[in-house]
C-alpha cells in the first residue's frame, strides 16, 4: 500500500478548533523509554480508552539518558564533523520493504547496519541530578525511593537512581494486557497509508512503523506495524554537535583522537596526566571540568561568557578558564595549537571535548516530512512545527512529549502528557491551525532559533504550565477518567529557584 501525503482533514485555513472524531484512536505506539516516555506510557493507559499501547525501546533495559554505558567509546570524528548539521551526521536508513518485490513479505532479516546510530547515552560516572526531587519526580511518585533517611541525601541523586525510578514507573504498568514493550527496537521509517473508512467522519488513516530489531550480533530482523498515532519520547541526547572552528576539521583528521565530545565521556581516568581543554560550560562543561581535573595536570575550560560564566573560580589551581575559541593552528604533522579569543595560546592538548549540546534528530521522519513539505527541524535546533511543544500542527495524530528543556523536566513531560491524553481520547480541543501557527510565529520572534526557543525555565514554568492546564480543561467532569493535572505553586517554585542557586554555589566552591 503506497504512503500518502497528510489529507487536508484538519482545516487549515478556517478558526474551526483541530479535534479528532471520537474513538478513532486506539492503537498507540510510543517511540521511547526514558522518562518522557514513561509518563505518556502511564497517562494514556490511565485514560482506559486504547486497545493497544505499544513502547518502542532501542536499547535493552529502560531509562534513557540515564542508563549509564560503561564501555569507553571513541568519538566518531569520521562521522561528527565540526559544523556537521543531522542531516549529515544521522541520515535515514533505507527501508528493505521499498526495495522487496513481495509485498506480502512480513519480515526481513539482513545484515546489522554498519551507520553510526548514536544509540550510546551522554551519561557518565558520578553524574547527579540538578533538580530537586520534588520537583523533578513524578506528582504520583513524588520520591526516588532511595530508601535513605536523610531529605539531603535523596535531594539530589546519582544518575542510575533516576534511571532505575524510570524503569520501576514504566514497568508497573507492563503487565497490563493493553501495553506491549520492545526492546532493541528502533523504528526507522513512518508512512501514512489509507484506511477503509465506510463513515466520512473516521480518520483515513493509519501509520505504518518500519522497525529494525537487534536479534544477533551479526543480525537485524525488520518488520512492519500499524498504529492510529505517534508520540514520541526520545528526547535530544542522541546526536551531538561540535560547532565549526577555522581548523578545527583539520585538527579532526591529523589528530583523531584528541577531539572528542562530552556524549562519548565516562570517567576521568583517561585524561590522567594530560593536558585537557573543555568547551562549555553548562552542567556537562562544569562537571567535566572539575572530574578530569582531579587526574588531569592542566584543564582549561573555554566558556562563551567569560565575565558572567565564572565569576567564582575553581578552588583547584589546575584548572584555568579561557574565552572562546578563535581558531585552531596546524603547525606540522605532529603539533598544533589553539587560539582563544585573548590571543592566549595552548599547544598540543592531548584533548578537546566538546561540551556543545545535540541537535533534534528523528530521522525515522524525514522521508514523511519530505512528502509533506514541512520542515522537520531548523538547523538541528528546534521544531518549528510544533505548537505547545507538543502538537504537530500540520499532523494532529504524530505528537512529541519531553522536547522542552532546561526546566523542571520530569514534572513539564507530565503535563504535556496529560493534555496529550486528553486530546487523543477527544475530550478537548486544540486552537485552530492559524491560532497555533501564531503561537509559533511569536515564540520565533521573542526566541529565535536558539536553545532559549524550547527552553521552559523555573522563569517561564508557571506561566507555561499553566498554558497546558488551561488548553486541557474539560467542560464535563464526568469525562475526567485518567490523570490530573498535578499541582504546582509559586512556593513550589521559589523552592526550586533557592535550591538551584545553593547548588550553583556549592559548584563554583568546588
Request: charged share 25%; proline share 5%; glycine share 6%.
Amino acid at each position: 500500500m503506497p504512503s500518502i501525503s497528510a489529507p487536508k482533514i484538519f482545516n487549515e485555513y478556517t478558526e474551526d478548533r483541530v479535534s479528532i472524531p471520537p474513538n478513532q484512536i486506539k492503537n498507540i505506539a510510543i517511540i521511547g523509554g526514558g522518562a518522557s516516555g514513561a509518563v505518556a506510557l502511564d497517562s494514556l493507559l490511565k485514560e482506559q480508552h486504547f486497545d493497544s499501547i505499544t513502547l518502542f525501546e532501542r536499547r535493552d533495559k529502560l531509562g534513557g539518558v540515564w542508563c549509564l554505558d560503561e564501555k569507553t567509546i571513541e568519538t566518531p570524528n569520521n562521522i561528527l564533523k565540526a559544523g556537521y548539521t543531522h542531516v549529515k551526521t544521522d541520515p535515514q536508513l533505507r527501508n528493505p520493504f521499498h526495495e522487496s518485490t513481495n509485498e506480502l513479505i512480513s519480515e526481513i532479516v539482513l545484515p546489522k547496519t554498519s551507520q553510526e546510530r548514536f544509540e550510546e547515552t551522554p551519561s557518565y560516572q558520578g553524574i547527579k541530578t540538578n533538580i530537586i526531587e520534588k520537583m523533578m519526580t513524578y506528582s504520583d511518585v513524588n520520591s526516588w525511593n532511595t530508601g535513605d533517611t536523610n531529605p539531603e541525601a535523596s535531594k539530589y541523586v546519582n544518575g542510575l537512581v533516576v534511571q532505575q525510578y524510570i524503569d520501576d514507573y514504566i514497568k508497573r504498568n507492563a503487565s497490563d494486557s493493553t501495553v506491549d514493550i520492545q526492546f532493541n527496537t528502533t523504528v526507522e521509517d513512518v508512512e501514512r497509508i489509507t484506511k477503509n473508512c465506510n463513515d466520512g467522519n473516521q480518520i483515513p488513516y493509519q501509520f505504518k512503523l518500519t522497525i529494525r530489531k537487534n536479534i544477533s550480533d551479526n543480525e537485524d530482523l525488520w518488520f512492519q506495524q500499524t498504529f492510529d498515532s505517534i508520540v514520541i519520547s526520545i528526547g535530544h541526547y542522541h546526536v551531538p554537535f561540535i560547532p565549526k572552528v577555522d581548523n578545527l576539521d583539520q585538527v579532526q583528521s591529523k589528530f583523531p583522537s584528541v577531539v572528542q565530545h562530552a556524549k562519548f565521556y565516562r570517567n576521568p581516568t583517561p585524561y590522567s596526566g594530560k593536558k585537557v581543554i573543555v568547551v562549555g560550560s553548562r552542567a556537562s562543561g562544569a562537571d567535566l571540568s572539575k572530574f578530569i581535573a582531579d587526574t588531569a595536570t592542566e584543564v582549561y575550560q573555554s566558556i562563551r561568557n567569560l565575565a558572567t560564566g565564572a565569576k567564582k573560580l575553581s578552588r583547584k589551581p589546575n584548572v584555568h578558564y579561557k574565552p572562546i575559541i578563535r581558531n585552531y593552528q596546524i603547525i606540522d604533522d605532529q603539533n598544533f595549537k589553539v587560539i582563544f579569543d585573548d590571543d592566549s595560546e595552548v599547544l598540543n592538548p592531548d584533548h578537546i571535548i566538546y561540551c556543545t549540546g545535540y541537535q533534534f534528530s528523528f530521522p525515522f521522519l524525514n522521508r514523511l516530512f519530505e512528502k509533506d513539505q514541512v520542515d522537520l527541524t531548523k538547523e538541528g535546533i528546534i521544531i518549528p512545527n510544533l505548537y505547545q511543544h507538543t502538537f504537530l500542527i500540520h499532523e494532529p495524530l504524530i505528537n512529541f512529549i519531553g522536547v522542552p528543556i532546561d526546566g523542571v523536566s520530569f514534572r513539564v513531560f507530565e503535563y504535556q502528557a496529560v493534555l496529550l491524553s486528553r486530546f487523543l481520547t477527544s475530550k478537548i480541543s486544540l486552537p485552530s491551525r492559524k491560532d497555533q501557527k501564531q503561537w509559533i510565529l511569536e515564540r520565533l520572534k521573542s526566541k529565535g532559533i536558539t536553545r532559549a526557543y524550547h527552553t521552559i525555565g523555573v522563569d517561564d514554568a508557571f506561566v507555561y504550565l499553566n498554558g497546558l492546564v488551561d488548553l486541557g480543561e474539560i467542560k464535563n467532569p464526568s469525562l475526567i477518567t485518567g490523570r490530573h493535572f498535578p499541582s504546582l505553586t509559586q512556593d513550589d517554585l521559589a523552592i526550586y529557584r533557592a535550591a538551584g542557586e545553593k547548588l550553583r554555589e556549592f559548584w563554583d566552591e568546588r
